[in-house]
């Protein structure tokens, strides 16, 4: 047997290599496994690239809704705006003087090709009493017949001006 002072001497010696030995390793073991969850995590945790683009697309998707948004509120004042002022440049329109012009120059065309109809036809009358004037008359029908014509047309202007539509006679 060892002597007393010996065994003393040996189990003071070992209880002070395991604690440093386990304290070392308990530390190694730690920052492994801080180490480890650390990259875990990272790796979990880490935004992927789509994900990033995904939201950056989301991003400018809102920041454009928003611009059209704006624009379209925009757009819809200026609407309202030009519906008002055609509103009332249509009850201007309506009781304006040019279109009670337009009216009574066509009146007046209509007049002139009664007038111009009975012209001619009086002129008929009147050739066929006297037989010597039939090559007069054909001179002056052809004359009267341009005149008709062009009343006709300047008629068919003004209905365009007035409604948009041509005359229903000459077509």
Request: glycine share 2%.
């Amino acid at each position: 047997m060892p002597p007393k002072n010996q065994v003393d001497n040996a189990a003071a010696d070992t209880p002070k290599k395991k604690p440093t030995m386990l304290i070392i390793a308990f530390l190694l073991c730690f920052i492994f496994s801080v180490s480890a969850s650390s990259g875990v995590a990272y790796v979990l945790l880490k935004p992927a690239p789509e994900t990033a683009k995904a939201a950056d697309t989301s991003t400018d998707q809102s920041k454009l809704i928003a611009t059209m948004e704006r624009t379209i509120s925009q757009q819809n004042a200026k609407i309202k705006t030009i519906e008002e002022q055609s509103e009332v440049l249509k009850l201007y329109l309506r009781h304006s003087s040019s279109t009670a012009l337009k009216n009574i120059l066509i009146d007046q065309e209509r007049n002139i090709q009664a007038y111009l109809k009975v012209m001619k036809s009086a002129m008929r009358d009147l050739s066929a009493l006297n037989p010597r004037t039939s090559d007069w008359n054909n001179q002056y029908q052809y004359q009267l017949d341009l005149a008709l014509k062009g009343s006709i047309e300047r008629e068919d202007l003004l209905k365009i001006l007035k409604t948009g539509e041509p005359n229903e006679k000459s077509q």
